[in-house]
């Protein structure tokens, strides 16, 4: 089995990939290996002989030197061993969840306010009117900067989206334009938790310190533009994906209504069968053999998120269930470079989706939606949703 | 200070290893081992790992 995932039309929830992975573990593609089994893709998530994939992704297009190349090189997704080891150390105390649990009333004032403010009742534009404000404000909130400039974050962070396609190149100038914007709004954020700190996210990633070392003024910038980036994009796609899914399951939106307690698992559920992220990249270190298949040096694995989750030897009911108990999904990635931010993206799905189902009773398609290539890092561009309103 | 995993938890991702390598580690198979009774000096450390597991399975006790 081939899949050329490079052409848009290709799927990774297509027909195609179920019978590839009713055959095989994996696929061959023109850009390395598609795994596409759970078991499998646990194991290579967190396979010593492989690192991250998207290291070289610049470099594959000629494109070495520059605000953007240093930028994608101090990724602590891009880093690996000691060095990736003493950022994350570094980074992590700012994302605990108890500082994220601090933030839960922001996040439902936020999404009752989203909802309210609705330009018409008993029908929305979702995309625009609910998940990219909700999701730019989260990180607004977090950088502790005024909400109302949610619009810039999101429109430079899909600006920097651009990086991801194959017209990178192109896009260059536009890309850098964006970084730099960003870059701005960073230090607006640091300069106020400078002259002002409190016991927020900024403030805790500014002192953050473990022993004697901490991240210079360059490694902390990168990384909040990186943050607005990571979570910006991811979050507004995974609320629109969950709610094309819901969509098709009435009774478990009715279900999360009654049941706003559910909201956690729900977000699981749709992650696992609808997840953004649709692969997770890795790179082989060196040459090895994985269940009987060689892999060379410098191959590249897909490691392919939803036919992995919805894969019957893991999940044999394959239906959608809140309620149900399921092994964990491969929506937040796995192993040394696991999702960083993935406390603040639960945290503020799962206040959203069932203050959603509450408000938005009897969802269904409000006209034409259009769509990401269901490849990559995918979601609706546009999903029109009619309902019935409810207090 | 007594450290225990939820093994059924677990998923190995290793952020564990990453904020406390002197009690986590990650061994060539790809399994965590750990350490369950770290010296007292090793707190903050254990903490951190207990805080930013994925998976929330690691319980300190006293």
């Given at each position: 089995?081939?899949?050329?995932?490079?052409?848009?039309?290709?799927?990774?929830?297509?027909?195609?990939?179920?019978?590839?992975?009713?055959?095989n573990w994996y696929a061959e593609?023109?850009?390395g290996v598609a795994v596409l089994r759970?078991e499998e893709t646990r194991l290579l998530l967190r396979h010593p002989k492989l690192r991250?994939?998207?290291?070289?992704?610049?470099?594959?297009?000629?494109?070495?030197?520059?605000?953007?190349?240093?930028?994608?090189?101090?990724?602590?997704?891009?880093?690996?061993?000691?060095?990736?080891?003493?950022?994350?150390?570094?980074?992590?105390?700012?994302?605990?969840?108890?500082?994220?649990?601090?933030?839960?009333?922001?996040?439902?004032?936020?999404?009752?306010?989203?909802?309210?403010?609705?330009?018409?009742?008993?029908?929305?534009?979702?995309?625009?009117?609910?998940?990219?404000?909700?999701?730019?404000?989260?990180?607004?909130?977090?950088?502790?900067?005024?909400?109302?400039?949610?619009?810039?974050?999101?429109?430079?962070?899909?600006?920097?989206?651009?990086?991801?396609?194959?017209?990178?190149?192109?896009?260059?100038?536009?890309?850098?334009?964006?970084?730099?914007?960003?870059?701005?709004?960073?230090?607006?954020?640091?300069?106020?938790?400078?002259?002002?700190?409190?016991?927020?996210?900024?403030?805790?990633?500014?002192?953050?310190?473990?022993?004697?070392?901490?991240?210079?003024?360059?490694?902390?910038?990168?990384?909040?533009?990186?943050?607005?980036?990571?979570?910006?994009?991811?979050?507004?796609?995974?609320?629109?994906?969950?709610?094309?899914?819901?969509?098709?399951?009435?009774?478990?939106?009715?279900?999360?209504?009654?049941?706003?307690?559910?909201?956690?698992?729900?977000?699981?559920?749709?992650?696992?069968?609808?997840?953004?992220?649709?692969?997770?990249?890795r790179e082989a270190l060196e040459d090895f053999t994985f269940q009987g298949l060689d892999i060379a040096a410098g191959t590249t694995l897909h490691l392919?998120?939803?036919?992995?989750?919805?894969?019957?030897?893991?999940?044999?009911?394959?239906?959608?269930?809140?309620?149900?108990?399921?092994?964990?999904?491969?929506?937040?990635?796995?192993?040394?470079?696991?999702?960083?931010?993935?406390?603040?993206?639960?945290?503020?799905?799962?206040?959203?989706?069932?203050?959603?189902?509450?408000?938005?009773?009897?969802?269904?398609?409000?006209?034409?939606?259009?769509?990401?290539?269901?490849?990559?890092?995918?979601?609706?561009?546009?999903?029109?949703?009619?309902?019935?309103?409810?207090? | 200070?007594?450290?225990?995993?939820?093994?059924?938890?677990?998923?190995?991702?290793?952020?564990?290893?990453?904020?406390?390598?002197?009690?986590?580690?990650?061994?060539d198979e790809g399994?965590?081992?750990?350490?369950?009774?770290?010296?007292?000096?090793?707190?903050?450390?254990?903490?951190?790992?207990?805080?930013?597991?994925?998976?929330?399975?690691?319980?300190?006790?006293?």
């Amino acid at each position: 089995m081939y899949f050329d995932i490079a052409d848009p039309s290709f799927s990774v929830q297509s027909e195609q990939v179920r019978k590839a992975r009713d055959e095989n573990w994996y696929a061959e593609t023109n850009y390395g290996v598609a795994v596409l089994r759970y078991e499998e893709t646990r194991l290579l998530l967190r396979h010593p002989k492989l690192r991250q994939g998207s290291a070289r992704w610049p470099a594959h297009h000629g494109i070495t030197s520059g605000p953007f190349a240093d930028w994608w090189a101090n990724w602590v997704l891009n880093k690996e061993g000691e060095e990736h080891h003493r950022l994350r150390r570094l980074m992590n105390p700012a994302f605990s969840r108890r500082l994220i649990d601090g933030l839960v009333p922001r996040f439902q004032a936020l999404a009752a306010e989203l909802v309210d403010g609705f330009a018409e009742p008993g029908r929305c534009e979702f995309m625009s009117e609910f998940a990219s404000p909700y999701a730019a404000r989260v990180i607004a909130i977090m950088l502790g900067l005024p909400e109302e400039e949610w619009p810039v974050l999101a429109r430079d962070s899909a600006t920097i989206g651009l990086a991801m396609g194959v017209t990178l190149r192109e896009d260059l100038p536009r890309i850098e334009a964006a970084l730099d914007s960003l870059y701005g709004y960073v230090d607006e954020a640091v300069d106020r938790r400078r002259s002002d700190p409190r016991d927020d996210f900024v403030t805790r990633i500014m002192r953050a310190q473990r022993d004697e070392d901490r991240l210079t003024a360059t490694e902390l910038r990168d990384s909040l533009v990186l943050l607005i980036f990571g979570g910006y994009d991811t979050t507004r796609n995974q609320l629109g994906l969950a709610m094309q899914t819901f969509l098709d399951h009435p009774d478990q939106w009715r279900l999360l209504a009654e049941r706003p307690d559910l909201g956690p698992a729900a977000v699981e559920e749709v992650m696992r069968v609808n997840p953004t992220v649709t692969w997770v990249t890795r790179e082989a270190l060196e040459d090895f053999t994985f269940q009987g298949l060689d892999i060379a040096a410098g191959t590249t694995l897909h490691l392919f998120t939803e036919a992995s989750g919805t894969d019957p030897r893991a999940v044999p009911d394959g239906r959608f269930d809140i309620t149900a108990e399921r092994p964990p999904h491969f929506g937040f990635g796995g192993g040394a470079h696991h999702c960083l931010g993935h406390f603040v993206a639960r945290s503020d799905m799962s206040e959203a989706l069932p203050l959603l189902a509450r408000r938005m009773r009897d969802p269904r398609p409000g006209g034409p939606s259009r769509w990401l290539p269901r490849s990559g890092n995918t979601g609706p561009i546009e999903l029109p949703v009619a309902f019935t309103p409810a207090e | 200070m007594k450290v225990t995993v939820d093994l059924d938890k677990c998923q190995d991702h290793g952020q564990c290893a990453i904020a406390a390598p002197e009690v986590f580690r990650i061994n060539d198979e790809g399994r965590l081992e750990f350490d369950d009774a770290p010296a007292e000096e090793l707190r903050d450390a254990v903490e951190e790992a207990a805080d930013v597991c994925p998976v929330q399975a690691i319980l300190i006790e006293d």
